[in-house]
Structure formats: structure tokens, C-alpha cells
């Protein structure tokens, strides 16, 4: 996992060479976003190359027409007058229906461009492994979908056509003014020294401080989404003033971020405007002085003085727009970070089919440790045959969940191999492993849609009456009849609807209906009131007749039905055994059992 992608989100700066590398991976980003649309990004380019010379063009003209055109008209000769006025006329008409042309065409290719990124961000989050997103909270995705890409599509809706034009514009004037007067324009390119020192101090400081602003964006909004997400936690421990508080501190950081900003902003322009006045001044000294000597024509002053002032007026304008450049550059930085990062389980290049699994698992040598130096499974070795309904039992961390995980491949072994038939799950066709493989896990997540669409969420194809009887088998069926509009009722988000043992239900009856060959309960019992647990006792018999399960519990009448036991600590297995030979006997699983046993009394 790249330390720079995640890690580097957490600060505000960074050394030189993850600088080095962020810039690189950004502007490879930008260039992959751009090689699509390249074709429509040069006819824009062309677009507003001839629109800003038909703009620079206009003091030019007026030159012409006060230095040729009205001493013609004073000698009774309108033509050459008019011609240059329609000449500017035209060259105005032209700009403005370029400019408009140029609008449109710059808004279809941000579309494309914000389109292809949004898309990407939702992929790639979606194809990295179980590790990335429990290292990477969910505020911080939703920061890279929302605030991150609006900065973005603000840069490449407004800020970059200012930043085009202006520079083009500027360009282009500065050739302008040159081939009119070149003292003037030797004045000009003077000034552009402290204009350069100016814009590059300001370059250097925003871009910390715009950096630093995203980083505390993105605070803000991670514990808004935390804080809503787990508002039942908050109410539950009445943790709102603190929440208060801490958010108050978040608040109060971003808005001094923000403060530099205007800062920074209120050196800059300032001293745009007092550059620019300066060099109007300066021009205008010395162009006067010729105009007296008869060496320069008065109306080639009048243009040189346009274009100077002009020159500064789009300078001015991408400064007010560097806020969006920098805030968009600060957020590529970010999302370019989240599309470096590479599963840690990547599929197979080679895949092995397997259509048809029976259902035999094996770990074999595995070792395996979610941090470096912290093993939790130690050498494992384990087989189960094909159709063994295994529980596993034990204190917390004792490593039930990451054998678990392991099975379920959101998780490779360090060392060592878990296999399938035979078959290293790590060369297994992802789809097949899929199929065959399934968890249902204590969270029993419900997307938003009908209960039926929830059910079928492991094969979309599966009729009404498939549906049905997966739900029957279980015991859910009774449940969602009895809901508003039975199997087409709203779940509504995260399954609020219904209660936390229906959604349970649900989610069994999810799995009964993708049929894999090995099915891994863990603690997918633990919501369940008791008459629900005992209901859904009878189902879970139908859902793990012919095939391998591997069943987690804390509450050992989940384990009663399981043809074998394997009680765990510190990720080696301790006992092993059915239940009825574990129970009469003095280890750990008997004392389990009767604390149970007490328990219920």
C-alpha cells in the first residue's frame, strides 16, 4: 500500500521526493484523463487561439484608425475610416461568437474528463482489498467523491479558461505591443521581473497553504460522515458535546487555513495592481516624450497604453482563479493516490477454473499477520473435508475471524496456502471463487430496494419463486409478508426498515440462494433475539445441509448443529472434536459450555 496515498493525506507537507512522486503520479493522471478527449481538446485549443488575436487586435486597429483613417477622412477620404471600423467591428464579432463556441466546447470536455475520473474513483475503490478500506475510512472515500472532484470540475468549468485565456492573452499582447512600439514593450517585458518574483512567492506559499486547507476539508467532512453514520453510538453514550467540541476544533483549523489564504491573496493583488499602474506610467512618460518630439504617432500611444493596461487585467483575473487551480491541483494529488493504490489480493493473472466445487478446504502452512511483527495465525494447518459443518470457538482475537477472512480470500496468508479441491485459492477464477465461497458476517448489510432485490443480490437472475423459497428455507418468508408490500418493500438505507434480526434473515436467505459450496457464518447469529434464534435454528440447518460451513459463534446453541468443533487460541487450535465428545469432556470447550449452560438458568 502506498505510504504517500494514505499516510500522506494525514499531514499537510511532505518531503522532496514524495513531492517529486506526487507530482509525477498526478500529472500522469491528467495526462491519461486528456489522451480520450485530445481530438476535441485541440479544436478548443484552436478555438481560443483565434478568439484572443481577434480580441488583441482591437487597439491595433484603433491605432490605424487615428493615426491613417481620420487624417484620410480630414481629407475627404472616409474609406480607409470605414474600413477599419468594420475591420474592428468584425474582429469583435468574431471573438464573441468564438468565445461562445469555445465555452461550449471547454464544457463538453470537463464533462468527459469529470465523467472518466468519477468513474474511475467508484471502480477502483470497489476492486481494492478488504485492507485498503479498513485502513481508509470511509469519510475520507466520500471526501475524494464529493469536495475533491467539485474542486476539480470548478477548476475545469471556470478557472481553466481564465487560465488559458489570460495566458494566451497575454502572450499575445505582449507580441502585439512589440510590433507597434518596442520601447514600449521592452518597458513591458521590464516588468515582468517583479511580476515573475510576485506570482512566484505567491505560487510557492499558496500551494502549502491550499494543500493544507484540502487536508483540513477533508478532516471536517470525515467526521461529519463518522459522526452521522454512528449517531446511534453518540446518542447511546451522549458524546454530543464532545463531538461538539472536537468539530468546533476542526471548524476553527479550517477557517484558519482559509484565513491564509485571503492573505496571501491580499499581498498579491495588491501588488498585481501596483506593478501594473507603474508600468502604464512608465509608458506613458516615455511615449508621451516621443509624441512631443514627433518620433511616435499618437494613436500607436493610444494602443500601447491599451495593451499595457491590458496585459495586467488578465493577470489579475488568474490570480482570483489560482484559489481553484491550486484547490483542483490538491485534489488530483488526492484522488491520484487512491487510483495508485493496488489490491492486496490481486487476482490471478493465469486464473484456474473450477465450475464445479465440492467443497474440501485446507490451510496448509499459513501464517499470516494484518501488521509486520504482529502474527495472528502461527503456522496453521487444517483440513476440512467436503460437506463438514465446522464451528469455531473461542475467546476474542483468538483468530476465529481472520481464518475467516482468509478463507474468504479478502485476505492472502504471509506464508503458506489455503486451497479449495485442491486448488490454491489464489489461482482460482475471482468469479469462481465467489460462487463458491460465501460469508455472512454479523453486520448484515441491505442496500437500498426491495426485499427481493436484497435477496437476489448474489444472482440477479433468480425468479420470483426462487426468491420465495430461499426465503421459506430459512424462516423469512413469514416476516416479509407480513411487511407493507411483502417481498417489494422498500428496505430503505441500511435496511432501517426492518429490525436487526430480519435483516439477518435476509441476509441467510441471500446466501441459501447464491448456493456456494462453502458458506462461513461468522457470529451471523449474534443479532437474533432468542425466539428469532430459534427459528432461524431450523433454517440454518436447511442452509448448511451439503456443504462445507464454517460457523463462528459465541453463543454455543449456533454450534449444536455442527458435526465438529475446533476451539482456538492465540491462533493455534486447542481442542478439536464433535460437540457431544467435547462437552463430556474437561477442556475449554466444556467449560464454555457450562458457563453457557449456567447462563441460561
Known amino acids: 500500500m502506498s505510504v504517500v496515498g494514505v499516510n500522506g493525506e494525514e ?36 478555438v481560443v487561439v483565434v478568439s484572443t488575436i481577434a480580441q488583441v487586435a482591437g487597439p491595433a486597429l484603433i491605432a490605424i484608425g487615428i493615426d491613417h483613417g481620420l487624417p484620410a477622412l480630414l481629407e475627404g477620404n472616409a474609406t480607409p475610416l470605414v474600413l477599419v471600423v468594420a475591420a474592428y467591428l468584425l474582429t469583435g464579432v468574431i471573438g464573441a461568437a468564438l468565445i461562445a463556441w469555445y465555452t461550449v466546447l471547454a464544457a463538453r470536455v470537463s464533462q468527459a474528463i469529470l465523467i472518466d475520473l468519477r468513474k474511475r474513483v467508484f471502480l477502483h475503490t470497489q476492486k481494492l482489498s478488504l485492507e485498503f478500506h ?65 506570482a512566484r512567492w505567491f505560487q510557492v506559499q499558496s500551494q502549502r497553504v491550499f494543500r493544507q486547507t484540502r487536508v483540513a476539508s477533508a478532516r471536517l467532512i470525515v467526521h461529519f460522515v463518522e459522526t452521522m453514520t454512528g449517531i446511534r453510538a453518540v446518542k447511546a453514550f451522549r458524546t454530543e458535546k464532545r463531538n461538539e467540541e472536537e468539530f468546533a476544533g476542526l471548524v476553527e483549523g479550517y477557517r484558519e487555513r482559509n484565513a491564509r489564504v485571503i492573505q496571501l491573496f491580499g499581498v498579491f493583488d495588491p501588488g498585481l495592481v501596483l506593478i501594473g499602474n507603474v508600468a502604464l506610467g512608465i ?35 488568474m490570480a482570483m482563479f489560482y484559489n481553484s487551480y491550486q484547490s483542483a491541483a490538491a485534489a488530483l494529488e488526492k484522488i491520484s493516490g487512491v487510483l495508485e493504490e493496488t ?16 467443497g474440501r478446504v ?44 482468509l478463507l474468504s480470500r479478502f485476505y492472502d496468508p504471509t506464508t503458506g496456502a489455503v486451497s479449495l479441491d485442491g486448488l490454491d485459492l489464489r489461482m482460482l477464477h475471482p468469479k469462481d471463487l465467489r460462487r463458491a465461497i460465501v460469508m455472512v458476517t454479523q453486520e448484515a448489510y441491505l442496500f437500498s430496494g426491495s426485499v427481493s432485490e436484497n435477496i437476489a443480490l448474489g444472482k440477479p437472475e433468480a425468479t420470483r ?40 434473515l ?85 467449560q464454555l459450555h457450562a458457563a453457557w449452560r449456567d447462563s441460561l438458568v
Not at 516624450?289 to 491599451?306: C, P, Q, S
Not at 499470516?368 to 460437506?387: C, I, W
Not at 432468542?530 to 460451513?549: C, F, H, K, W, Y
Open 134 to 198: 479498513e485502513s481508509y475510512t470511509s469519510g475520507k472515500i466520500i471526501a475524494r467523491q464529493t469536495s475533491d472532484l467539485d474542486a476539480i470540475r470548478e477548476l475545469l468549468d471556470s478557472g481553466l479558461s481564465q487560465l488559458v485565456q489570460g495566458a494566451l492573452y497575454m502572450i499575445f499582447i505582449a507580441a502585439a505591443l512589440f510590433s507597434i512600439d518596442w520601447v514600449s514593450g521592452v518597458v513591458l517585458v521590464v516588468f515582468l521581473v517583479p511580476l515573475a518574483f510576485l
Open 506 to 590: 435476509i441476509s441467510f436467505a441471500r446466501a441459501f440462494l447464491a448456493d456456494p459450496v462453502v458458506l462461513i457464518l461468522d457470529e451471523a447469529t449474534a443479532s437474533l433475539d432468542i425466539p428469532s434464534e430459534r427459528l432461524v435454528q431450523e433454517g440454518l440447518t436447511t442452509l448448511l445441509a451439503d456443504r462445507t460451513a464454517v460457523i463462528i459463534a459465541h453463543r454455543l446453541s449456533t454450534v449444536a448443529i455442527a458435526d465438529r468443533v475446533l476451539v482456538m487460541e492465540h491462533g493455534r487450535i486447542v481442542e478439536d472434536g464433535t460437540p457431544r465428545d467435547l462437552i463430556a469432556g474437561t477442556g475449554r470447550f466444556s
Open 283 to 317: 509608458v506613458l512618460l516615455a511615449g508621451g516624450l516621443r509624441v512631443a518630439d514627433g518620433g511616435l504617432d499618437i494613436g500607436v500611444l493610444l494602443a500601447a497604453l491599451l495593451y499595457t493596461r491590458q496585459f495586467f487585467a488578465p493577470a489579475q483575473e
Open 362 to 405: 485446507r490451510f496448509d502452512g499459513v501464517e499470516f499477520a494484518y501488521k509486520e511483527g504482529s502474527v495472528v495465525l502461527p503456522e496453521f494447518d487444517l483440513e476440512l473435508p467436503a460437506g463438514q459443518v465446522v464451528a469455531l470457538v473461542g475467546s476474542t482475537g483468538a483468530g476465529k475471524s481472520t481464518l475467516a477472512k
Open 343 to 358: 489490491p492486496s489480493v490481486a487476482d490471478p493473472t493465469r486464473p484456474v477454473d473450477l465450475w464445479r466445487a465440492k
Open 465 to 504: 419463486e426462487e426468491i420465495v423459497a430461499a426465503a421459506k428455507a430459512v424462516g423469512a418468508h413469514e416476516f416479509i409478508e407480513a411487511l407493507p408490500d411483502g417481498y417489494e418493500t422498500d428496505v430503505n438505507k441500511r435496511g432501517g426498515r426492518v429490525s436487526a434480526g430480519q435483516r439477518q
Open 11 to 46: 499531514r499537510g507537507d511532505f518531503s522532496a521526493a514524495e513531492s517529486r512522486h506526487i507530482r509525477r503520479r498526478s500529472i500522469r493522471l491528467l495526462g491519461s484523463l486528456l489522451n480520450p478527449v485530445r481530438a476535441r481538446l485541440v479544436l478548443t485549443m484552436a
